[in-house]
Nanobody, 124 residues
Framework: QVQLVESGGGLVQAGGSLRLSCAASGRTFSSYTMGWFRQAPGKERSFVGAITWNSGSTRYADSVKGRFTISRDNAKSTVYLQMNSLKPEDTAVYYC?????????????????WGQGTQVTVSS
């Protein structure tokens, strides 16, 4: 079992930045590919980005490429999502997730563990 807790969400103006954190506890954090997803009201949960266990590979949704950066610190069992140049359409609840599957997994159903989510609201 892995427990995930997100933090760092909030209200920010368009063009601003936020950094989300996801702290993990339980089984060996460094064994997992970690992903970030988001869900806006009335929409399905969608992929934002993912990072492999050793930070060797990252992958991003086209909508956030060049603006968001995923990183991880295995010593702290924490994964981060740095969000720059935020837009109103980035408003959503952001979730981190963990999977044992190899590679930068973008499929929601392939993730085994999820955090409770943190709200990000971008005002225009």
């Amino acid at each position: 079992q892995v427990q995930l807790v997100e933090s760092g969400g909030g209200l920010v103006q368009a063009g601003g930045s936020l950094r989300l954190s996801c702290a993990a506890s339980g089984r060996t954090f460094s064994s997992y590919t970690m992903g970030w997803f988001r869900q806006a009201p009335g929409k399905e949960r969608s992929f934002v980005g993912a990072i492999t266990w050793n930070s060797g590979s990252t992958r991003y949704a086209d909508s956030v490429k060049g603006r968001f950066t995923i990183s991880r610190d295995n010593a702290k069992s924490t994964v981060y999502l740095q969000m720059n140049s935020l837009k109103p359409e980035d408003t959503a609840v952001y979730y981190c997730a963990a999977t044992m599957k190899v590679g930068v997994v973008a499929v929601v159903s392939w993730y085994d563990y999820w955090g409770q989510g943190t709200q990000v609201t971008v005002s225009s």
